[in-house]
């Protein structure tokens, strides 16, 4: 089956378009603050980002002027360093110092600079981070490296426990996945995530786990360093609304944890909620259209398919480009359900506007935003989604989105958006 | 040299005031840069982005045509939206990246023009400026290419300066308009919000220039020297400060003079007030909420502090030019100064609360954080302001 339709175009910025940002997601790391070093324009969005988030007090710049470009700046880091420490109350363990698109350009002796940084203050962590967007395409783009940069302050551990760490997800799974019990179940005690953690030492918790869950793609490069480095071995795990994927899903997790004692794991009670939360949900939700986003979940194709068999309307669905792991969802709609539209949405086209449906309802601010649409249910990233509560979260949200239109461009500004 | 910013954010970088300019106009613009350029422009310095058919793109770049300086890829790709959404003018916008690189934009523009026939331009912005230089550039630019030298037209004035990071959504300056056609002018170009190609065509036809920022006066002495286009350089803020800035304009109109407007200032007039303020902000918008607080309030002692530079000639002695976030700290927190007017985000950098803050903000700073705050200032609007903020 062929695969479709994304062309290499000038891109699009709608207002629905962005993420978490570096600045957002290197925050997760406990007692960490960062410094960016770059021209002042680099790093406008994070400081507002940061702002809205309540982060700024941990996140500092140093602007360099062409001259410093010039020049070359890494002698100019350290006084940085010195006065950002003089400055903030609360000294820091992890110190990021990060850099823009042009450092990657002018090479900057970065090994050199932790070094010297590290000998002034032996105390803390230094750490090269990256928000350097022109290297999106290759192995590892910016919210791959900020991965990276999370756990790599994690230290090999002798003491190996029965925790499991999810990683790659920004946002811890809901309390009220069946993954918890799940694991449980077959001995494994505790979802260990990044946001659990106040102070770094609490965080090398993360180290003993014996088996790292990663929930996004963009954790799968720094589950193979830590597969390295702390022999934690690792499984990739991207979220599905599919029923039939999820089970699949979980006899992997079975497999991969190769427990002692293999039990019957009962996963009826929560089937039947999805169930009946998808029941709810088309009687509320009906026939209107529906338009699913890239900013929404990660595999947009994969839940059209999903929405599609439970009967919901799908109409549209938009992203940039489709990921490897979704790639056999996308060939499913164009075998089966070809009147589904594929939208691209940074597509040069998109700023026309011409495929206004404000009748509808839109998984995700962006499609929603191009679209018009008046319904939108909350969702972004998969955030807190995992297994069969995930179809019964999504279901909640569907439901609830259908009964009220939403004001897009206050939640828009309520989620500072980073690109 | 490198300066160190802690608590406040960069402020809007001068590509983003490249794209400000160009958001009006049917054009394909491409912000020659990875994404998060293009990202603070739509995000975080264009107000008007929500609900906007404005073609102001990214042009993706990467690191393999970076480093290769493979400039086949972008006019591709400029030549494509081009067939797609036939603009008026193409337009290329610089970022560090292209800095860097030694990107010759204003080459690749040429090129783009000779294979499409759309008039194309190259903006050399760099990421290390603000706003308003950035604004400059592409006004310029833009004027090179649209206007030509005309007879000028009785009472028909351009407003010089607007830009969303000084205006947000463009009230004020909606504001102004109908304030000076109530008063019998006829408005030309307002440069840069809410205006047509056709009005940039026609800038030459004013009578004068009314510059109402400090890009706007950059603006107004060029419009002067090419175009014989004199000017009235000064925001009217204040009810009896309007009256004397409509006097003004009538005399530069019959004059054909540039005047740098400062209020007629007869101390007796009013109530003196001793209590010394200090002003931080855009330079000329500041300095009309200078003339208010005189003229209006008695206010005697006055300080700017401008923050993206300073123009010696719209400033007054003990002014400051304030380019560095740690200039700016040092100068809110010296003793004498009793009342500050500043974007909400500078108190931040009060190191007590003894002094009386009022908040006003400024789009370049706070952006959509500090949207509560934006106020309107036009002739008796900063009367209405300054009565309500300083008796809460």
Redesign the interface.
């Known amino acids: 089956m062929m695969s479709c339709c994304f062309e290499n175009t000038l891109h699009y910025s709608s207002p629905g378009h962005g993420d978490w940002g570096v600045v957002r997601t290197g925050m997760l790391l406990p007692e960490s603050c960062q410094l960016f070093v770059c021209p002042s324009a680099c790093g406008r969005h994070g400081a507002i980002g940061a702002m809205k988030q309540g982060m700024k007090d941990r996140l500092f710049y140093l602007y360099v002027s062409q001259r410093d470009i010039i020049d070359g700046y890494d002698d100019l880091i350290p006084e940085g360093v010195d006065q950002v420490l003089e400055a903030i109350p609360k000294r820091p363990k992890v110190f990021y110092i990060f850099v823009s698109c042009l450092d990657d350009l002018i090479g900057t002796d970065h090994s050199a600079l932790l070094e010297k940084l590290h000998k002034k203050y032996p105390d803390i962590q230094f750490l090269t981070g990256h928000m350097n967007p022109i290297s999106l395409g290759s192995k590892t783009p910016p919210p791959v490296s900020i991965q990276n940069n999370l756990y790599s302050v994690l230290d090999w551990s002798k003491d190996r426990d029965s925790g499991v760490n999810a990683i790659g997800n920004l946002v811890k799974i809901s309390d009220t996945s069946e993954l918890y019990e799940f694991l449980k179940a077959y001995g494994h005690g505790t979802l260990r995530h990044i946001s659990d953690y106040n102070t770094l030492s609490q965080y090398q918790e993360m180290g003993k786990s014996c088996a790292n869950l990663v929930l996004h793609p963009n954790g799968r490069q720094a589950a193979k360093r830590m597969e390295k480095k702390l022999e934690i071995p690792w499984l990739f795990l991207p979220v599905t609304y599919i029923p039939d994927e999820i089970e699949e899903n979980y006899k992997r997790l079975e497999q991969f944890l190769s427990p002692k004692n293999l039990v019957e794991f009962e996963f009826s009670h929560k089937k039947a909620e999805a169930e009946e939360g998808m029941k709810r949900a088309k009687r509320v939700v009906g026939n209107l259209p529906i338009i699913i986003d890239s900013t929404a979940v990660m595999m947009p194709f994969g839940l059209a398919k999903a929405l599609l068999e439970f009967g919901f309307h799908v109409i549209r669905v938009e992203c940039q480009e489709c990921p490897d792991f979704d790639k056999k969802h996308l060939d499913w709609i164009l075998e089966y359900h070809s009147e589904v539209e594929i939208f691209q949405s940074e597509h040069h086209r998109a700023a026309l506007f011409d495929r206004r449906m404000e009748e509808s309802l839109a998984i995700g601010i962006e499609g929603a935003y191009l679209a018009g649409s008046k319904y939108v249910v909350d969702l972004f990233n998969d955030e807190g989604m995992f297994g069969y509560d995930g179809i019964v979260q999504l279901m909640d949200k569907l439901a609830q989105a259908a009964e009220k239109p939403v004001d897009l461009e206050k939640r828009i500004n309520s989620y500072g958006l980073v690109v | ?7 406040l ?8 005031g490249a794209a400000a300019v160009l958001f009006d106009l049917k054009t ?1 613009t ?1 912000m020659h ?8 422009y ?4 264009e107000p008007r ?3 906007s ?3 102001i ?7 393999i045509d ?2 290769l300086g493979n400039d086949e890829k972008l006019i591709e ?2 030549i ?2 081009a067939k ?2 036939k603009p008026d003018i193409l337009g290329l916008i610089g ?3 292209p ?3 030694g990107s010759d934009l204003k080459g690749i523009a040429a090129e783009l023009e000779e294979r499409t026939g759309i008039v194309s331009i190259g903006i050399d912005t ?3 400026d603000y706003y308003d230089k950035g604004a400059y550039l592409t006004s310029v630019e833009l004027l090179k290419r649209f206007t030509k030298p005309e007879k000028h037209k009785k009472s028909r004035i351009n407003i010089l300066g607007a830009l969303p990071m000084d205006f947000y959504k463009g009230e004020e300056i909606d504001i102004l308009k109908k304030d000076m056609e109530s008063h019998g002018f006829e408005i030309g170009l307002t440069f840069a919000m809410n205006y047509t190609l056709e009005d940039l065509k026609n800038a030459a036809k004013a009578e004068a220039n009314v510059a109402i920022s400090r890009f706007g006066f950059l603006l107004a002495k060029y419009m002067e020297e090419t175009y014989g286009i004199p000017y009235l350089a000064g925001f009217p803020a204040g009810e009896v400060v309007k009256k004397q800035w409509y006097e003004v304009l009538r005399t530069v109109c019959d004059s054909k003079r540039s005047v740098l407007f400062k209020v007629e200032w007869k101390q007796e007039q009013i109530e003196k007030r001793k209590e010394k303020v200090f002003i931080i902000g855009e330079q000329m918008i500041a300095n009309g909420i200078r003339n208010a607080l005189r003229l209006e309030f008695g206010y005697e002692n006055i300080v700017v502090g401008s923050i993206y530079g300073i123009e010696k000639m719209l400033s007054e002695e003990g002014d400051l030019d304030l380019n560095e976030e740690k200039k700016i700290r040092e100068a809110i927190n010296l003793p004498q100064f009793e009342m500050l007017i500043g974007d909400p ?1 500078m108190q931040r950098l009060l190191e007590n609360d003894e002094k009386t803050f009022l908040p006003f903000a400024q789009y370049g700073v ?4 500090g949207i509560e705050y934006q106020t309107f200032i036009t002739g008796e609007e900063f009367n209405k302001w300054f009565l309500q903020k300083t008796h809460n």
């Open positions: 040299m490198a300066k160190l910013s802690l608590w954010p960069p402020f809007s970088p001068d590509y983003s394909v491409a840069d990875g994404s998060g350029c293009t990202g603070n739509t995000g975080y310095d982005w929500f609900g058919q404005s073609g793109y990214c042009s993706g770049l990467r690191e970076a480093v790709k400029m494509y939206a797609d959404m970022s560090p990246v800095m860097v690189i760099t990421g290390t985000l706070s952006s959509k954080i």
